[in-house]
């Protein structure tokens, strides 16, 4: 096999193989075809192929022994495909492959978004403050269409379980974030028990990203829209609302805690402040209000505040692959200050 310098020497795999099973099974495929890996943070290794006439996106499950639930790439697949032709946009997928003979493991292909991907909130590279704006409008009507999809017309009834969400959510992340503590934090113990305790009464469902954030977009290459929502490895039936706060909590948190907006300038910027975009929103889903608002954004940063320990522990446990690990673990106890003090105004 001939070695590719553009893929990770543990990601390879037989570009030949692939390039005959794609001949046979996706229409219109036609090489010769040339592989390279994305670099950055996919926990599923993602890679662009490229032909004369085409390019497509594969998205693999990682090599290696994985929990039975991980990396589900048929889920981002199943859901992906549900989602065409709603609201929601979303690449074209074509296949989803379950023979591990051909790249080592399940994959599927996708179409390649031409597009623009934005890491910063700020959008530095934005010039006009009134793009950003129509930008950032343009994100919050992308999340309103995926919860008020019909998620069982579109033969996703079965994609999770209804209720009870937040729950689970809770006792997951307090699970993990024990597996994983280097540390006692006291914010984070008295979060674990405040949490279950203060649990809104109401408990709806949807469609929910999971991770629903700026760096998970594709723009249009030169318009302020949304062209394709990209990373669906968690969506499943959940709670809308804590899974747009999860996409709010930016404006909660700094630039140096974890890509944030607070104490930024942002009216200057042409952003609009966390009360009218919540507020948008509302209008768009159809909502009064936001009932319990201020909880759904403790959860996510006590969410946040696990997701960052878990990381700790593999720079502990040796296993942490990202440079910026040492970092980011670093930002648990700052993350579980924010949400404790947030549900001490709670009461």
């Not at 992308?142 to 033969?155: E, P, R």
């Not at 696990?306 to 593999?314: F, N, S, Y």
């Amino acid at each position: 096999m001939t070695v590719n310098p553009d893929v990770l020497p543990a990601h390879r795999f037989d570009e030949a193989r692939l390039a005959d099973w794609l001949s046979t099974n996706l229409p219109g495929f036609a090489g010769p075809l040339t592989v390279s890996e994305f670099k950055g943070g996919q926990s599923n290794p993602t890679y662009r192929l490229t032909t004369p006439g085409a390019s497509y996106v594969l998205r693999r499950k990682p090599p290696g022994t994985l929990l039975p639930s991980a990396h589900a790439v048929d889920r981002e697949y199943r859901i992906m495909t549900a989602l065409a032709g709603t609201g929601v946009p979303v690449p074209r997928t074509y296949l989803l492959c379950e023979d591990e003979s051909i790249v080592g493991t399940m994959f599927y292909v996708m179409d390649f978004l031409d597009g623009r991907i934005f890491f910063d909130p700020r959008l530095p590279e934005v010039e006009d403050a009134a793009e950003r704006g129509a930008m950032f409008d343009a994100m919050n009507g992308v999340i309103a269409a995926l919860h008020t999809v019909d998620y069982k017309a579109v033969g996703l009834g079965d994609f999770g379980r209804e209720g009870g969400y937040v729950a689970r959510q809770i006792g997951r992340w307090s699970k993990q974030y024990k597996a994983s503590e280097t540390e006692t934090i006291e914010a984070m113990e008295r979060l674990m028990a405040w949490l279950p305790d203060h649990l809104p009464e109401s408990d709806e469902t949807t469609l929910v990203h999971g991770d629903y954030r700026l760096d998970n977009l594709v723009f249009h290459p030169t318009e302020p829209r949304v062209i394709g929502v990209l990373d669906w490895e968690i969506a499943t039936l959940g709670n809308p609302l804590a899974d747009f706060a999860y996409h709010v909590m930016a404006w909660r948190v700094s630039p140096a805690e974890f890509r944030g907006l607070r104490d930024v300038d942002i009216a200057a910027l042409g952003i609009p402040d966390e009360a009218s975009y919540v507020a948008a929103y509302a209008q768009r889903t159809g909502r009064d209000a936001l009932p319990d608002w201020e909880f759904y954004i403790a959860y996510n940063l006590f969410r946040m505040a696990a997701i960052l320990q878990g990381i700790m522990g593999r720079v502990r446990d040796g296993t942490a692959a990202n440079p910026e690990a040492q970092r980011m673990g670093a930002l648990v106890r700052p993350l579980a200050a924010l949400a404790w003090a947030q549900a001490e105004k709670i009461g």
